[in-house]
């Protein structure tokens, strides 16, 4: 089972892999609010 995460911008549960969350150092992100902060950098 993958454990549930918040997202750290807009607090969303997310399933995540414990194994992102240590590469990540905990700063997981939804992919929505992933995607608006690429779009933000174009």
Avoid: Y
Avoid at 9 to 16: A, F, L, N, P, S
Avoid at 18 to 31: I, N, Q
């Amino acid at each position: 089972m993958t454990p549930i995460f918040k997202c750290l911008t807009c607090k969303k549960d997310i399933e995540r892999s414990t194994k992102s969350f240590w590469v990540k150092k905990g700063h997981l992100l939804c992919s929505t609010c992933l995607d608006k902060i690429e779009n933000e950098k174009k």
